[in-house]
């Protein structure tokens, strides 16, 4: 179990089970989501509709104290970004030693509740052999750590990412201009979409027939595989051109907005 400043391992069940079969160690950071700190940090929630539902609300996180403590952690990032970022170096660091003393691999998720775009705008400095180097963000400066996160920003799948940074779509039919650009942006991308069914039946019907949104003209038609989402966490493992199937938690099994299909 890793204890950082801003990133930990080891509390979520979902990636604790992954890193059993893969031979990873996870560690996720959990900021407040959407506006909750003061600030959007999920530009994209309004238009998908998933901030009633959002994970923020499931297991730990119906905590009081788990709130309070993520909605510091963001306004830190709100206030200084230059700090918050060498604050996430010092971590990341610290968790590569933790892993390599392991003798496993390490996984970074960042946006755990949160949908902050740290490919642009974020640079980071590293110690490294020749003197502190600045980079253009922590891909960059981390390239041993895998990292992976879910979004519903699209646009960012049309960028030319790092390769140790998978992204996964996040589905939401709250509204269709939303819907129609996500399911474009994998067609176009070969991004996976991650769906949120309403409860496990309808995600495990949704399994064998792969027709899981229902899209059938022209370039939408992506009539992909549906793999267990739920069963690990481990999304920059899956192959590409699937749908992420997960059933609803939380607040989200209440949802009726469009985010949580079924
Ligand atoms: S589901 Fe994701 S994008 Fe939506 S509010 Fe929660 S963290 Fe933000």
Redesign the pocket.
């Known amino acids: 179990m890793f204890r950082g400043t801003l990133i930990r391992s080891g509390n979520n069940a979902k990636t604790v089970k992954g890193d059993k079969l893969g031979g990873y160690e996870t560690a996720i950071m959990y900021l407040a ?2 506006n909750l700190a003061g600030s959007n ?2 530009p ?2 309004e238009q ?1 509709g ?2 009633a ?4 609300t499931a297991g730990r996180g119906r905590m009081s104290n788990v709130q309070l403590a993520r909605v510091k952690k963001t306004k830190r990032y709100l206030a200084d970004r230059v700090e918050f970022m060498q604050q996430l170096a010092i971590d990341l660091e610290a968790f590569e030693r933790y892993c390599a003393r392991k003798g496993v691999k390490p996984a970074v998720r960042l ?1 755990g ?3 902050i775009q740290w490919e642009v705008a974020h640079p980071v400095h590293r110690h490294m052999p020749q003197g502190l180097w600045r980079f253009k963000n922590v891909f960059e400066a981390f390239p041993e750590i895998q990292f992976y996160d ?1 979004t ?1 920003v699209y646009k960012r799948v049309y960028r030319d990412l790092p390769a140790n940074y998978r992204l996964v779509l ?1 589905y939401s039919a709250a509204h269709s201009a939303y819907s129609d650009a996500v399911v474009e942006a994998a067609a176009k991308t070969g991004a996976n979409i991650a769906v949120v069914y309403r409860d496990k039946a309808i995600r495990d019907n949704m399994m064998p027939s792969g027709d899981a949104l229902g899209y059938d003209d022209g370039f939408k038609r992506i009539y992909r595989q549906v793999i267990d989402g739920d069963s690990d966490d481990m999304r920059f493992l899956d192959p590409t051109g699937v749908i992420v199937g997960l059933y609803a938690k939380g607040a989200a099994r209440h949802d009726r907005s469009g985010f949580v299909v079924g």
């Open positions: 989501p959407f940090v999920c994209m929630a998908a998933c901030v539902g959002c994970l923020n946006n509740t949160s949908d879910y519903k996040s």
